[in-house]
């Protein structure tokens, strides 16, 4: 059974920085690339990382410079380190691994920015 559990949400300042984590299982997860989305309120979803099995990383230009993404295939883990956070960066935040024409989702974990 393919899962994947995001954590590390939770509310913090303008400047401040939150690290999120997504745990993965059930699948081979080095095979796979892996990003992280996230949908603002009223908006669509939105590409904010990707890693691939090569560890080539991408950013948005939106975050490009303040979250950094990164895997530990020992762990199973994909994080997403997030720093200078903006009211704008308030979104709920999902990990996605996608690879041989699947395409897996967590549940989200929601981020808010705010004093």
């Known amino acids: 059974q393919v899962q994947l559990v995001e954590s590390g949400g939770g509310l913090v300042q303008p400047g401040g920085s939150l690290r999120l984590s997504c745990a993965a299982s059930?699948?081979?997860?080095?095979?796979?690339?892996l990003r992280w989305y996230r949908q603002r309120p009223g908006k669509e979803r939105e590409l904010v990382a990707v890693?691939?099995?090569?560890?080539?990383?991408n950013y948005a230009a939106s975050v490009k410079g303040r979250f950094t993404i990164s895997r530990d295939n020992a762990k199973n883990m994909v994080y997403l380190q997030m720093n200078s956070l903006k009211p704008e960066d308030t979104a709920v935040y999902y990990c996605?691994?996608?690879?041989?024409?699947?395409?897996?989702w967590g549940q989200g974990t929601q981020v808010t920015v705010s004093s």
């Open positions: 996605n691994a996608f690879g041989f024409g699947n395409n897996y």
């Open positions: 059930g699948f081979t997860f080095s095979s796979y690339n």
């Open positions: 890693t691939t099995t090569s560890d080539i990383t």
